[in-house]
């Protein structure tokens, strides 16, 4: 079984710092596909990065990059420059074969001070 | 664009009501999600269509019915609810082709079961 497991339940960040959210993920599938999402208030998910199990290069999207370590199981996110719109929950998620289910983890709600 | 809309936003329904969420997507999508959210939890899958059809039921309770009358749409139906069934319904598409595609939410609808 799969299994996401964010640590943080929650953090406050000064406007304009780097944040890095925590996530370590249990699979024994060989291929799978690792995401991070973002929640405000509102409800919407938002899909923010995807980093690929067979992927050599960590993924970046603008102000967002993921610190892929397969070893350690671990698919931290990583936001630089923070904004007063990045306070939010934050969700890591993991996908594999069968239907392309994602399991998510318990997220992280991010709160970022002016 | 990357747009999945659900209406309504908001519902409130008694016991003995029957309602029906509704989804939709116009990026030529093949796979549709229905998922459950309760509040300060992460989402939970419920259903998985893929080209229209049924292929992951998360041993949801009958009292919700799914239904994908064409690409585009998906329905769920509910009857009989209870008021622990109070939450944040998600949909989602996908392309259909399988591991590590992206997820793309809409904005849910937030519904209260008296």
């Known amino acids: 079984a799969q299994k996401i497991t964010q640590t943080q339940p929650g953090m406050f960040v000064q406007e304009k710092e780097a944040v890095t959210l925590d996530c370590t993920y249990d699979?024994?599938?060989?291929?799978?596909?690792l995401f991070w999402y973002k929640q405000p208030s509102s409800g919407e998910m938002i899909f923010l990065i995807y980093?690929?199990?067979?992927?050599?290069q960590n993924a970046t999207e603008g102000r967002y990059s993921l610190n892929f370590q397969k070893a350690r199981k671990s698919a931290n996110l990583v936001i630089s420059a923070s904004q007063l719109g990045d306070s939010a929950m934050y969700f890591c998620?993991?996908?594999?074969?069968?239907?392309?289910?994602?399991?998510f983890g318990g997220g992280t709600r991010v709160l970022v001070k002016p | 664009d990357t747009e999945v809309t659900q209406t309504p936003k908001h519902l409130v329904m008694g016991m003995t009501n029957k309602k029906s969420l509704k989804c939709e997507q116009h990026?030529?999508?093949?796979?549709m999600y229905w998922y459950k959210q309760k509040a300060k939890k992460p989402p939970e899958l419920m259903f998985v269509?893929?080209?229209?059809?049924?292929?992951i039921n998360e041993s949801v309770p009958s009292r919700f019915s799914p239904e994908c009358p064409n690409s585009s749409l998906l329905n769920l139906h509910l009857h009989a609810l209870q008021p622990e069934d109070s939450a944040l319904y998600l949909c989602?598409?996908?392309?259909?082709?399988?591991?590590?595609?992206?997820?793309?939410f809409g904005p849910g609808t937030r519904l209260l079961v008296l």
């Open positions: 269509y893929s080209y229209e059809k049924l292929s």
């Open positions: 980093q690929g199990s067979y992927d050599q």
């Open positions: 699979t024994s599938d060989p291929s799978y596909g």
């Open positions: 998620a993991m996908s594999r074969a069968a239907g392309n289910k994602l399991t």
């Open positions: 990026m030529g999508h093949r796979a």
């Open positions: 989602a598409s996908s392309q259909g082709r399988g591991l590590g595609e992206t997820q793309y």
